[in-house]
């Protein structure tokens, strides 16, 4: 466990370096190449989408970020340490919320804190977490009376009430219907300007990762190398009718290999 994750208090952003990573997986006897030479570094506080085609290895390089699988060839380093093995100071949140049915919205967000034995002195983080996701009046209530985007609030503060330095998020918003993605993308960019971390965020949406992200990195089909990047200054909030936005969204498709409308 590392020792930004002992302390209590506002996460520090932390860097991620990912060094000529490589990876395959090995499937009935036959060598199954998913990342090809790998190379991206986010800085401390930096919004990065990793946009690519379906089944390329997006999740993948996720997975080797948070430390749940090691790469083949190359290294990957959160804030010029070797990332070895899963660490609260860098969170995956998923598609699916996999909240626990049986415990309220707070214990569910407690789960990571109870685990780690640190629900005694940090219990009023989650309020606090429950607060930054406006879940405040639901921290009674039982995933079974959540909405699909509360349910998703409830799994970024369950992510959130341990000040993470880095979050890493296998698209988050995928599952849910358009308007709620919209108001959950606001959300998430509010939780990041005023939270403090580095974000990846994996997307199958261009539109998204426009409104989101400082810098696009788009991959080629598996085995997945860097094909792009693109860098986003535009202030926030962003409009999908100013001509960078469209420009760069025809740009992207384009890297993408898909004609834009
Ligand atoms: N544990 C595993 N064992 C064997 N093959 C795997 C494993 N995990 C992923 N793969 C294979 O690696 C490839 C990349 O998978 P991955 O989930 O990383 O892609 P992705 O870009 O995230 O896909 P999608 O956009 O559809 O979610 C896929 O072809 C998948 O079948």
């Not at 001509?243 to 890297?255: G, N, T």
């Amino acid at each position: 466990m590392s020792a930004l994750a002992q302390t209590d208090g506002p996460a520090r952003a932390l860097s991620l370096d990912i060094r000529s990573v490589s990876h395959h997986y090995d499937i009935a006897g036959t060598r199954f190449d998913v990342l090809d030479d790998i190379s991206l570094s986010l800085t401390p506080g930096e919004f990065v989408a990793l946009l690519g085609p379906s089944g390329c290895g997006k999740s993948t390089l996720l997975r080797l970020a948070a430390g749940l699988e090691h790469p083949r060839q190359g290294t990957l380093l959160e804030d010029g340490n070797q990332i070895e093995a899963p660490d609260p100071s860098r969170l995956l949140v998923f598609q699916d919320p996999t909240l626990f049915p049986w415990r309220t919205v707070r214990r569910n967000v407690a789960t990571g804190l109870e685990a780690r034995g640190l629900l005694p002195q940090r219990a009023h983080r989650i309020d606090e977490a429950l607060s930054l996701v406006r879940l405040e009046d639901f921290a009674d209530a039982y995933p079974r009376q959540l909405s699909g985007g509360m349910a998703q609030r409830v799994a970024l503060a369950r992510a959130l009430v341990n000040d993470p330095g880095l979050l890493l998020l296998d698209e988050p918003f995928g599952k849910l219907d358009s308007l709620t993605r919209l108001s959950l993308q606001t959300e998430f960019l509010r939780l990041w300007q005023t939270a403090g971390f580095t974000a990846l965020l994996v997307t199958h949406d261009v539109e998204e990762a426009l409104l989101l992200a400082g810098r696009i990195v788009v991959l080629s089909d598996r085995p997945a190398r860097v094909l792009a990047e693109f860098r986003i200054t535009a202030d926030y909030p962003r409009h999908r009718d100013d001509p960078d936005f469209v420009r760069l969204r025809r740009d992207i498709l384009h890297e993408l290999g898909v004609q834009s409308v």
